[in-house]
């Protein structure tokens, strides 16, 4: 009888990380929808991206509800019990993602009814830059793989410098022709909202790292986001 | 059974489904074995009163010893007995039914296959899915390997007996698009089969042809406009100044040679990008391709009166590449070492190996790049200073290029710069391992079934 126990103990575990690895698929499509809206001016994808955050939350109360009962029930330890947390922790992530994507979504809807302008080709690479490494830390989640998640971990500068360069382009754009104030604006929350993903990911590498090895990653994680000092000086001539 | 489950379709509702299942085998078990205990009980029983009729209480006890003892042995005859559990031996192998020649022939095809049992578990995956999905699928749930919400949900859908076919696509890291077909092959035991179709090629024509038509309006606009406005004035009041002419046809000469720069970069841009989901099949020499690169910028160099000069560590082995995407790579790299380089100065070419891969440095003394621009060096058409940019004849596309030939080969670009001592860009490539086989010459027989 004890077997049979632990048989349907390891399968309830098996079905909520799969259904965390389902969350994350639906984050992934919802995020290279948002992206594709923006690259290709694609007000269909824009809207399926908005659309599709409703499933991504019934999931996240899916996992919590199982996990709970996971908790309550079986009184899980060791690498169950830090099973069980990394589905709680990273479903939330999963769902922050999913916000972020609905955002920029609706920013590139704004977007799309203006005049194109090439420094959205910057942002669709970025937000590349960023699916990438989402598709990474959830390979590394179903595959319980610590080295992955710490490359993730580390990989993230890359977006912030991409970030940073692109914070100063669009403030020298403004200051240029401050007609362009409005478009600037969203297109700095998109980046903005791009580099939040790439954070995310972050954290979901550390909950990886923190469920295969039981240990923490360095508490500083290397940032290279310097936009909250950076300046551009203003000037007059145009 | 089978109904029950083929009613809940998708694997969230399958879940508790698969619990009352434990339930049911749970209560068949305990049937079992208290049948294997009634039966010698109620033996012993019969016996007990017939011995209690016939002779005495003395025989009546040893009766009922003689009874309990049966049960006990009974009980563990039959705990050692499977109890019946048909799904379970249905279960055991889903493919058995499917002939060994089968197995072969979807291991060999080119398009990617995948078998999933009851539970949405890999039963088997051909060479080609493993290909697409990587290595360790091994009964792993299809929501962890292919994690895709379509293709997850046209697997539902063929579970309950509806085949479906859906449109999907892996944007990262190189961009693949795919039409999933999913259908259930078989009722009991239950299994799903997924085929992929790709379609990378057909979009990404699609796409590029799109890219091109946009870049290529958009880009070639300054240049042409140049041209036009020449043009029109040579007609007009400059008709018959001869300074002013020969200085007009220079300059358009120098607009219409950067027309031409810029198609040719777009169109090898294209055609790199159309690849770039193939994996190339050579086997290169790096250092052989670094020279015939350095070689074709001779007379540039000379030009500048630049030095460039190449070393290369010994015995490198070598790299899997294709040969004329490489020597462009080099070559673009080169060039713009020799075009953004001091005057007078010196361009350093170190080839050697680091961690399984070769490298190939290239070191300027110009100088040198924010670092703020660095990140974003690769993009098309961004350039850091644009009139220099102009200037120097590039068009924005040079790094592009060299990003797509790198992530081709899977390889890795390093860009390191100080800003007054120059930069360093290096590029790393893969080297195949000694014990892979260029290519297998025979099929085997069937490698793994999962």
Redesign the interface.
């Given at each position: 009888m004890t077997e049979?126990t632990v048989k349907?103990f390891g399968?309830q575990l098996?079905?909520l990380?799969?259904?965390v690895?389902?969350m994350?698929?639906?984050a992934?499509?919802q995020f290279?929808a948002a992206?594709?809206a923006i690259a290709r001016r694609d007000s269909v994808a824009a809207e399926r991206a908005v659309g599709g955050d409703s499933?991504i939350d019934e999931i996240q109360q899916?996992i919590e509800d199982r996990a709970l009962k996971l908790l309550a029930l079986r009184q899980p330890m060791a690498v169950d019990l830090r099973e069980t947390l990394a589905a709680i922790k990273t479903a939330g992530e999963l769902e922050r993602i999913g916000d972020l994507a609905k955002n920029i979504a609706k920013r590139a809807l704004v977007l799309n009814r203006e005049p194109p302008i090439?420094l959205t080709?910057?942002l669709a690479?970025m937000g590349?830059a960023a699916?990438?490494q989402l598709?990474q830390v959830?390979d590394a989640f179903?595959?319980r793989n610590a080295e992955e998640a710490e490359a993730v971990w580390n990989r993230d500068g890359?977006i912030d410098?991409?970030y940073?360069?692109l914070f100063?382009e669009l403030l020298t754009y403004m200051m240029e022709d401050p007609r362009t104030i409005g478009l600037c604006t969203h297109l700095l929350f998109v980046a903005k909202n791009i580099e939040r993903c790439g954070d995310h990911c972050t954290n979901i590498a550390e909950v990886v790292y923190h469920m295969v090895r039981a240990g923490h990653l360095a508490a500083n994680r290397p940032k290279a986001d310097t936009t909250s000092e950076t300046s551009v000086p203003y000037e007059t001539h145009a | 059974m089978y109904e029950q489950n083929d009613r809940h379709g998708n694997l969230l509702a399958a879940l508790p489904n698969r619990r009352n299942r434990d339930y049911d085998e749970v209560m068949l078990e305990s049937i079992a074995r208290l049948r294997a205990i009634a039966w010698p009980l109620m033996f012993g029983a019969i016996a007990g009163g017939a011995a209690v009729l016939f002779g005495g209480p003395g025989l009546f006890w040893a009766l009922v010893a003689l009874g309990l003892a049966a049960a006990l042995i009974a009980q563990f005859v039959t705990f050692q007995e499977p109890v019946l559990r048909p799904q379970e031996q249905a279960v055991d192998d889903p493919l058995a039914a499917l002939p060994p020649m089968t197995r072969v022939l979807m291991d060999q095809l080119p398009i990617p296959v995948m078998l999933l049992d009851d539970d949405e578990r890999v039963l088997f995956v051909n060479r080609s899915m493993r290909d697409v999905l990587g290595p360790g699928l091994d009964r792993k749930r299809a929501s962890s390997v292919l994690r895709n919400p379509v293709v997850l949900g046209a697997i539902a859908e063929a579970r309950r007996g509806f085949s479906t076919n859906v449109p999907f696509s892996l944007p990262v890291p190189i961009e693949r698009h795919y039409q999933a077909y999913a259908a259930r092959i078989s009722v009991s035991p239950s299994v799903t089969a997924l085929l992929l179709h790709d379609l990378t090629v057909v979009k990404r024509s699609e796409q590029l042809r799109a890219d091109f038509i946009a870049n290529a309006s958009h880009e070639l606009r300054t240049p042409l406009a140049a041209v036009s406005g020449f043009i029109e004035t040579l007609r007009g009041h400059a008709k018959d100044d001869e300074a002013a002419r020969s200085q007009f046809l220079d300059i358009m000469g120098v607009e219409a040679a950067r027309m031409r720069r810029l198609i040719d970069d777009l169109l090898s841009l294209s055609r790199i990008e159309m690849n770039e989901h193939v994996k190339p099949e050579g086997r290169i020499g790096l250092e052989s391709v670094v020279r015939q690169a350095v070689a074709a910028l001779k007379p540039l160099s000379a030009q500048d009166s630049m030095t460039v000069t190449v070393k290369a560590e010994a015995g490198l082995p070598q790299v899997i590449g294709d040969h004329d995407e490489l020597v462009q790579l080099f070559q673009n790299l080169v060039h713009n070492a020799i075009k953004y380089g001091r005057e007078h100065g010196r361009v350093d070419i170190n080839v050697g190996q680091a961690d399984g891969q070769v490298f190939v440095a290239i070191r300027d003394d110009g100088e040198g790049i924010a670092a703020n621009a660095i990140p974003r060096l690769t993009e098309r058409f961004y350039r850091v200073d644009v009139k220099r940019s102009r200037e120097k004849g590039g068009t924005g596309l040079g790094l592009a290029i060299v990003k797509h030939i790198i992530s081709r080969h899977q390889g890795r670009l390093a860009i390191e710069s100080k800003l007054g001592e120059g930069s360093t860009f290096t590029v790393f490539l893969p080297s195949p391992r000694p014990e892979t086989p260029v290519k297998p010459t025979m099929p085997e027989p069937v490698t793994e079934v999962l």
């Amino acid at each position: 009888m004890t077997e049979h126990t632990v048989k349907s103990f390891g399968e309830q575990l098996e079905a909520l990380s799969a259904l965390v690895a389902q969350m994350g698929g639906l984050a992934e499509a919802q995020f290279a929808a948002a992206i594709e809206a923006i690259a290709r001016r694609d007000s269909v994808a824009a809207e399926r991206a908005v659309g599709g955050d409703s499933r991504i939350d019934e999931i996240q109360q899916e996992i919590e509800d199982r996990a709970l009962k996971l908790l309550a029930l079986r009184q899980p330890m060791a690498v169950d019990l830090r099973e069980t947390l990394a589905a709680i922790k990273t479903a939330g992530e999963l769902e922050r993602i999913g916000d972020l994507a609905k955002n920029i979504a609706k920013r590139a809807l704004v977007l799309n009814r203006e005049p194109p302008i090439r420094l959205t080709q910057s942002l669709a690479r970025m937000g590349k830059a960023a699916q990438n490494q989402l598709k990474q830390v959830l390979d590394a989640f179903t595959s319980r793989n610590a080295e992955e998640a710490e490359a993730v971990w580390n990989r993230d500068g890359e977006i912030d410098e991409i970030y940073n360069s692109l914070f100063r382009e669009l403030l020298t754009y403004m200051m240029e022709d401050p007609r362009t104030i409005g478009l600037c604006t969203h297109l700095l929350f998109v980046a903005k909202n791009i580099e939040r993903c790439g954070d995310h990911c972050t954290n979901i590498a550390e909950v990886v790292y923190h469920m295969v090895r039981a240990g923490h990653l360095a508490a500083n994680r290397p940032k290279a986001d310097t936009t909250s000092e950076t300046s551009v000086p203003y000037e007059t001539h145009a | 059974m089978y109904e029950q489950n083929d009613r809940h379709g998708n694997l969230l509702a399958a879940l508790p489904n698969r619990r009352n299942r434990d339930y049911d085998e749970v209560m068949l078990e305990s049937i079992a074995r208290l049948r294997a205990i009634a039966w010698p009980l109620m033996f012993g029983a019969i016996a007990g009163g017939a011995a209690v009729l016939f002779g005495g209480p003395g025989l009546f006890w040893a009766l009922v010893a003689l009874g309990l003892a049966a049960a006990l042995i009974a009980q563990f005859v039959t705990f050692q007995e499977p109890v019946l559990r048909p799904q379970e031996q249905a279960v055991d192998d889903p493919l058995a039914a499917l002939p060994p020649m089968t197995r072969v022939l979807m291991d060999q095809l080119p398009i990617p296959v995948m078998l999933l049992d009851d539970d949405e578990r890999v039963l088997f995956v051909n060479r080609s899915m493993r290909d697409v999905l990587g290595p360790g699928l091994d009964r792993k749930r299809a929501s962890s390997v292919l994690r895709n919400p379509v293709v997850l949900g046209a697997i539902a859908e063929a579970r309950r007996g509806f085949s479906t076919n859906v449109p999907f696509s892996l944007p990262v890291p190189i961009e693949r698009h795919y039409q999933a077909y999913a259908a259930r092959i078989s009722v009991s035991p239950s299994v799903t089969a997924l085929l992929l179709h790709d379609l990378t090629v057909v979009k990404r024509s699609e796409q590029l042809r799109a890219d091109f038509i946009a870049n290529a309006s958009h880009e070639l606009r300054t240049p042409l406009a140049a041209v036009s406005g020449f043009i029109e004035t040579l007609r007009g009041h400059a008709k018959d100044d001869e300074a002013a002419r020969s200085q007009f046809l220079d300059i358009m000469g120098v607009e219409a040679a950067r027309m031409r720069r810029l198609i040719d970069d777009l169109l090898s841009l294209s055609r790199i990008e159309m690849n770039e989901h193939v994996k190339p099949e050579g086997r290169i020499g790096l250092e052989s391709v670094v020279r015939q690169a350095v070689a074709a910028l001779k007379p540039l160099s000379a030009q500048d009166s630049m030095t460039v000069t190449v070393k290369a560590e010994a015995g490198l082995p070598q790299v899997i590449g294709d040969h004329d995407e490489l020597v462009q790579l080099f070559q673009n790299l080169v060039h713009n070492a020799i075009k953004y380089g001091r005057e007078h100065g010196r361009v350093d070419i170190n080839v050697g190996q680091a961690d399984g891969q070769v490298f190939v440095a290239i070191r300027d003394d110009g100088e040198g790049i924010a670092a703020n621009a660095i990140p974003r060096l690769t993009e098309r058409f961004y350039r850091v200073d644009v009139k220099r940019s102009r200037e120097k004849g590039g068009t924005g596309l040079g790094l592009a290029i060299v990003k797509h030939i790198i992530s081709r080969h899977q390889g890795r670009l390093a860009i390191e710069s100080k800003l007054g001592e120059g930069s360093t860009f290096t590029v790393f490539l893969p080297s195949p391992r000694p014990e892979t086989p260029v290519k297998p010459t025979m099929p085997e027989p069937v490698t793994e079934v999962l």
